[in-house]
């Protein structure tokens, strides 16, 4: 889950397959295992969605982020693949491949060669095997937040109501947190039970529909901080995370960008939950005919917004929940460089991501994605054992000289401020 997925969302929901791929050349290929396969009848049959015409493009290895999204359902994956027409990736002037673009995937090799054997390794450890207990708890969590919330939202006794928002708004975030796993395959392993959980966790305790959360994230997942497809980058009016975003400074020269730094916690947070609820969503699972999830969301209707005692606390609930998950994803990648040229998916990591040092108390409030790095890396291992291959990438990391950063919780804190600063500070010098 990432931070404002949709400021801008309604690119993605609006976004026809069909108007897609009349955009495209006839002939759409990716690059997997060192050959081109023919996708371009499958292209509208992608459960992912419009994701995969990123690797269509040239210079894009589509080997990696097979692999990881699809860890679950390789046999099925391989079977698919050996219906595609498929040719040698050797086969590189058919491409129209520049030199430059050869040369970035010669270098890639080694570092290809390294992640696959951490990848193998951890595989025979077992780090992507489920774990029942923390799954049953993952739901039992939220479920417990919001029945001692409805036990003392109700009291006349303002401190005890207080504390019922809180507890509404936690459990609500922890909901999320295990949505977020199940959108990823990386609770049971089952892609058909994973994906019931994130739709009806992230359905009941947010009001959103979990399929049209999965196609939004996926495109964040595939190339974090890429220009022009990274969707979370696409904030514009309302915040910029990096003033190479604005095409025109004067696109960025808006009063929620300029004062971002204060407004993000205050208002950006809950206005991007918002802009979810009654428009991004709704309008997916309209064109999507989410039949399911419209159920699943009136639910979170019928708990949230009728049961609610009164609107100060409904809003002051959907303030606090919108500003714990969101602002805390701020923390992976906002203050991270961009990139507008195809990078290799261990780069793609450990140059635009960065972790928070793991603790106790942090490891709670973030649903382990304090470990940022390696959760981009490997999005289908359950997220509390990443610690479990952190010293690993970090020597990954090391071995081929690209960046690792980690910083502790308040200090990633700081720099995300300094950066929003920064950013609204070079709008105003260029306009």
Not at 14 to 21: A, G, P, V
Request: proline residues 4%.
């Amino acid at each position: 889950m990432s931070p404002n997925q949709v400021f801008m969302a309604g690119n993605e929901i609006c976004e026809s397959n069909n108007l897609s791929i009349s955009r495209q050349p006839k002939k759409l290929e990716i690059l997997y295992q060192n050959y081109y396969y023919d996708v371009t009848d499958f292209i509208r049959k992608h459960p992912g969605g419009s994701v995969i015409l990123y690797y269509t493009e040239k210079g894009e290895d589509a080997t990696h982020a097979i692999q990881q999204f699809h860890n679950r359902s390789m046999k099925k994956i391989a079977l698919m693949l050996k219906s595609f027409k498929r040719r040698p990736a050797n086969e590189i002037k058919n491409v129209s491949m520049t030199d430059h673009e050869v040369a970035i995937q010669t270098k890639n090799r080694a570092l290809t060669k390294d992640f696959a054997q951490l990848f193998l390794d951890a595989e025979k450890e077992g780090l992507f095997k489920p774990c029942y207990w923390r799954i049953a708890w993952g739901i039992f969590e939220p479920i417990l937040f919001w029945y001692l919330s409805y036990q003392l939202i109700f009291s006349s006794n303002i401190f005890l109501k207080i504390l019922g928002c809180i507890f509404n708004a936690l459990g609500s975030g922890r909901a999320g947190y295990t949505m977020h796993e199940g959108g990823h395959q990386s609770l049971t392993g089952k892609p058909n039970v994973d994906r019931t959980i994130r739709n009806l966790l992230w359905g009941s305790f947010w009001g959103l529909s979990g399929w049209w959360w999965t196609r939004t994230h996926t495109k964040h997942h595939a190339m974090p901080q890429r220009l022009e497809h990274d969707q979370d980058l696409e904030t514009l009016p309302f915040l910029l995370y990096n003033s190479k975003i604005a095409k025109d400074p004067k696109q960025a020269n808006s009063f929620f960008v300029l004062n971002q730094s204060w407004l993000y916690l205050t208002f950006h947070c809950a206005m991007c939950n918002l802009i979810w609820v009654i428009n991004s969503c709704p309008m997916f699972m309209i064109k999507q005919r989410d039949y399911f999830g419209f159920a699943v969301t009136a639910i979170h209707w019928g708990l949230n917004y009728i049961m609610i005692p009164d609107l100060p606390s409904l809003i002051f609930i959907f303030w606090m929940r919108s500003t714990y998950i969101i602002g805390n994803f701020a923390l992976a990648h906002s203050h991270r460089p961009v990139t507008g040229e195809p990078t290799h998916w261990v780069e793609y990591a450990l140059t635009h991501t960065a972790n928070i040092h793991p603790s106790l108390i942090v490891d709670w409030w973030t649903g382990y994605l304090n470990l940022h790095i390696e959760h981009h890396l490997f999005p289908t291992m359950p997220e509390f054992r990443l610690h479990m291959v952190q010293d690993r990438v970090k020597a990954l990391a090391e071995k081929h000289g690209l960046p690792y950063e980690i910083d502790y919780y308040f200090e990633s804190w700081n720099k995300t401020i300094q950066n929003f600063k920064k950013v609204a500070e070079e709008i105003r010098s260029s306009t």
